[in-house]
């Protein structure tokens, strides 16, 4: 009671007929062997309705083309830090100077005012040395006029 027969498996279904005759599967077996890649080329023209090589060839120049601008904008950002640099430098550079000249200027100001201090000690009054730093600024601005007009002339 407990064991069921066993039933092989359903067969499969037929093969549908060809539509062709012998000769015309021969000759179209032939087609396909002997030119295979523009028989497949010609049916995926007919299903696309576009050649691929020149889908293919588009698509070489555009993205030759996104390249390019790509390049381009990478040099233009390459020139720009490399100007925003150069400014950097420059900018340094002066600053460095100024601040020399500052200070060969301030230490040119403590020896004056070291000298005058030291020459102010045989003095009696500090009037004496509020005349000669009017004097001394005489002296510079003559001076400076002098230095224009040779640069001038």
Same mark, same amino acid.
């Given at each position: 009671?407990?064991?069921?027969?066993?039933?092989?498996?359903?067969?499969?279904?037929?093969?549908?007929?060809?539509?062709?005759?012998?000769?015309?599967y021969v000759r179209h077996h032939k087609e396909s062997r002997d030119k295979p890649r523009s028989a497949t080329l010609a049916k995926w023209e007919e299903s696309h309705g576009q050649d691929p090589e020149q889908s293919k060839s588009e698509h070489k120049r555009?993205?030759?083309?996104?390249?390019?601008?790509?390049?381009?904008?990478?040099?233009?950002?390459?020139?720009?830090?490399?100007? *925003? %640099?150069?400014? #950097?430098?420059?900018?340094?550079?002066?600053?460095?100077?100024?601040? @020399? &000249?500052?200070? !060969?200027? =301030? /230490?040119?100001?403590?020896?004056?005012?070291?000298?005058?201090?030291?020459?102010?000690?045989?003095?009696? *009054? %500090?009037?004496? #040395?509020?005349?000669?730093?009017?004097?001394?600024?005489?002296?510079? @601005? &003559?001076?400076? !006029?002098? =230095? /224009?007009?040779?640069?001038?002339?």
């Amino acid at each position: 009671m407990g064991k069921k027969r066993w039933v092989p498996p359903p067969s499969a279904p037929a093969k549908p007929r060809h539509d062709l005759t012998c000769e015309e599967y021969v000759r179209h077996h032939k087609e396909s062997r002997d030119k295979p890649r523009s028989a497949t080329l010609a049916k995926w023209e007919e299903s696309h309705g576009q050649d691929p090589e020149q889908s293919k060839s588009e698509h070489k120049r555009v993205s030759k083309e996104e390249k390019q601008i790509l390049k381009e904008a990478k040099k233009a950002a390459k020139i720009a830090s490399r100007a *925003s %640099e150069a400014a #950097d430098k420059k900018d340094k550079k002066k600053q460095k100077k100024n601040d @020399k &000249k500052n200070k !060969k200027k =301030e /230490k040119a100001k403590k020896k004056k005012k070291k000298r005058k201090s030291d020459s102010s000690i045989g003095s009696s *009054s %500090e009037s004496d #040395d509020s005349d000669s730093d009017s004097s001394d600024d005489e002296a510079t @601005k &003559k001076r400076r !006029k002098f =230095e /224009k007009a040779a640069k001038t002339a």
